[in-house]
Structures are given as C-alpha cells and as structure tokens.
C-alpha cells in the first residue's frame, strides 16, 4: 500500500497562508493522480485540488485562483500552498493518492486546519 502523511495545518487569520505537505511512501511517479481533498464540520467531503503525474492541475472552484497544488518527484511530496485563507476553509484536510494501474486509492490521516481570528 501506499502510506501517505500530511503536514502543516495549523490555525491562521483570515487572509493568512499556510502550505500543506504529502509524503508518500513509494515514488510519486508510479502513482496517476494525487490530490487534497477536505471536510469540515457537517458537510461533504470535497475535493480541493488535483494533479496528474504530469503535472495537470484540477481545482475545487471555491479555492481557484487561492490555492496551488505542486510536486516534487525526487522528494516525494504533494503540497498545497494555500493564500487568503477564509473561514470556509476550515476543515480537515486529507491527502489522496490513486494508482495507476489498479486505479486503488490510499488516503491520509488528514491534517487540520482552522481559519479563524
């Protein structure tokens, strides 16, 4: 299986940042999509942002043009550097990976959030 760990959550103010980070247990390479994915208190889990092994990026449209998602193939890692945070974006946020050949999907523990003054 693929093992998965997020890092940096923390509590910000409004219209703070914070960055986000994935480590994966196996190289990213071999694995087809990763992504971040989140669920606050109540609602749905939701997606936040994507990206393919090649480096195609997909985003949630309540965070585009606020968040970037990246890869760093040689330390395998996914981050999430996220901009102008508001209260909306409170939530646990969780690391996703799906494989490219099985199509299986590992998740991460998660890590929280909280954007608030």
């Known amino acids: 299986q693929v093992q998965l760990v997020e890092s940096g959550g923390g509590l910000v103010q409004p219209g703070g940042s914070l960055r986000l980070s994935c480590a994966a247990s196996?190289?990213?390479?071999?694995?087809?999509?990763m992504g971040w994915y989140r669920q606050g208190a109540g609602n749905e889990r939701e997606l936040v942002a994507r990206?393919?092994?090649?480096?195609?990026?997909n985003y949630g449209e309540s965070v585009k043009g606020r968040f970037t998602i990246s890869r760093d193939n040689a330390k395998n890692t996914v981050s999430l550097q996220m901009n102008s945070l508001k209260p909306e974006d409170t939530a646990v946020y969780y690391c996703?990976?799906?494989?490219?050949?099985?199509?299986?999907?590992?998740w991460g523990q998660g890590t929280q959030v909280i954007v608030s003054s």
């Open positions: 196996r190289s990213i390479s071999s694995i087809y999509l």
């Open positions: 996703k990976a799906t494989l490219l050949i099985s199509g299986l999907e590992y």
């Open positions: 990206i393919t092994r090649g480096g195609t990026t």
